[in-house]
């Protein structure tokens, strides 16, 4: 390139007119010769993303600013850092032949291939990466509004609050698809899940139909559910979770807790020897105390998995509760009454109000296998079971006057037989309702249950 045009030089300082004009056209061509070179040997820039050529710029600063352009636009945008996913490469080409792009062709073409990361921040617990946010702030109030939801959902004065986990905060470039909302990363530490997966109770249901339905373990389901008071019983439209909850983080909170507590009353019992045997009278009501209890307690996740007392304080003594009960027995005994005792025994419960029922007759406890002997002469009308009297023997005396003889081991007489009073008709024995050996003895006139005590000698 260099030696035509010294020739040249040469040419046109030693030449005539004629040799002028030849060595100006000369000049002329290799004029022409070395714009064309330069026009051949000009470059552009070819811009290729991820190895492929989307188009060429005239210089690289414009590729410079256009970058700069694109960061500061994605930046605004998703208010973090951004990094390009892909390779951005510029190669200087030849120009020849080459569409060279405006700027604004550039950034069209750059923003279609285009994906961004940007600059976000992980929480790890225990080497797990569990959320990503935008920022180290969003970070730092997410955990904290961790900690105080427990710190807020618990009664008392704060004292301690302790994360067993490793927790580390780590800057890193991700999608900003899969960076959440501070809100969503404490509900995802909270619950350990984005979707709290529940189930709406529908007419009929039973937690044990909700599992077979769902395919889920009984016992899980009643795990995940800890609200319910009965596993048996659920509400019509009740949502019951069919995921347990298990939290990403453990928030250890020590809480110093007073409360009132009842102190239970005690009971004394004094000997009354004007009361029957069968018989107990409260003399005086008890009635619980109370006092006040302070303690430190511990909470995991929520739940109470510690205490340690610190004090206690009586705030209302208790009331001894004082019962009477009664030494008095009644022994029967054959007399000279229009009726006789049908048999000798201690009477362990009388005729009258029995709590809630009426005792229809006096029970004369006895050895088993004790004789039963009739009251007064008479015709026996029933002898043979009768539900809650088990074997009984019925005598009609005359007069209205028929007297009962229940719970016998063996009956001695048939129905239409006269007996004699004193005569022996059963043993005593335990058929029917009863707590021990007895002959439940009634008298009734008129149909009408008597006290026996009227027509017996004492
Ligand atoms: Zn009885």
Redesign the pocket.
Known sequence: MKLPELGGFYFCIRADNKKKIMAAALCSILVALSILTYIMSRSVYAISVDGRTIGNARNRKIIDKIKDDLRLKYRDKLGADIEFIQDIQVTPVRALGQKVDTEQELVDKLNQVLSVQVKAVAIDIDGHQVALVKDKATADAVLQGVKDYYVKMLPGELMKIEVPNSVKLVEKFASPTDIITAEAAKNLILKGTLEITTYKVKQGDTLWSIAKEKNIPLDDLIKANPQLKSENRLALGEVINLKSIKPLLDVVVTKKVTYQEPIAYETQIVKDNTLWKWDQKVKQPGENGTKEVAAEVVYKNGVKVDQVLLGEKVVKQPVTRIVARGTKAEVAFRGSGRFLWPSVGEIT?PFGRRGREF?????VACDKGTPIRASNSGTVTFAGRRGSYGNLVIINHGGGFETYY??ASSILVSVGEKVEKGQQIATVGTTGR?TGP?V???VRLNGNPQNPLSYLNK
């Not at 005792?359 to 029970?363: R, Y």
Request: glycine share 8%; proline share 0%.
């Open positions: 419960s005792h229809t007759g006096i029970d229940a719970h009863t007895h439940h003895f009634e």
